[in-house]
């Protein structure tokens, strides 16, 4: 079991920037895959940005690259998602999200834990 606990979220102007935090508990973080979905009011969750359990391989959804960066803290157990340059289309709850297998893929069904959500809101 992994409880995940995301925090960082706010209200932004546009072009901005934050630092999402999630922080694990519970199993052996260093051997998950960790990943950032968000969902905007009205619309499906979609994936943000995934890491694998070494740290080694991120991926990000095509929309998104080069304003976000995903990176993880095995000391502190937190994985941590930075976006630049934000945009109202960003705005959304943001959730982190573990995955036992280690591998970082995309698609939401392959993560086993979820957090609670951390609200992302960008004024133009």
């Known amino acids: 079991q992994v409880q995940l606990e995301e925090s960082g979220g706010g209200l932004v102007q546009a072009g901005g920037s934050l630092r999402l935090s999630c922080i694990a508990s519970?199993?052996?973080?260093?051997?998950?895959?960790m990943a950032w979905f968000r969902q905007a009011p009205g619309k499906e969750r979609e994936f943000v940005a995934a890491?694998?359990?070494?740290?080694?391989?991120?991926s990000y959804a095509d929309s998104n690259k080069g304003r976000f960066t995903i990176y993880r803290d095995y000391v502190k157990n937190t994985v941590y998602l930075q976006i630049v340059n934000l945009k109202p289309e960003d705005t959304a709850v943001y959730y982190c999200?573990?995955?036992?297998?280690?591998?970082?893929?995309?698609?939401?069904?392959?993560?086993?834990?979820w957090g609670q959500g951390t609200q992302v809101t960008v004024s133009s």
């Open positions: 890491i694998n359990w070494t740290g080694g391989t991120t």
């Open positions: 519970g199993d052996t973080f260093s051997t998950y895959a």
């Open positions: 999200a573990a995955d036992r297998n280690g591998v970082g893929l995309r698609e939401g069904r392959h993560y086993d834990y």
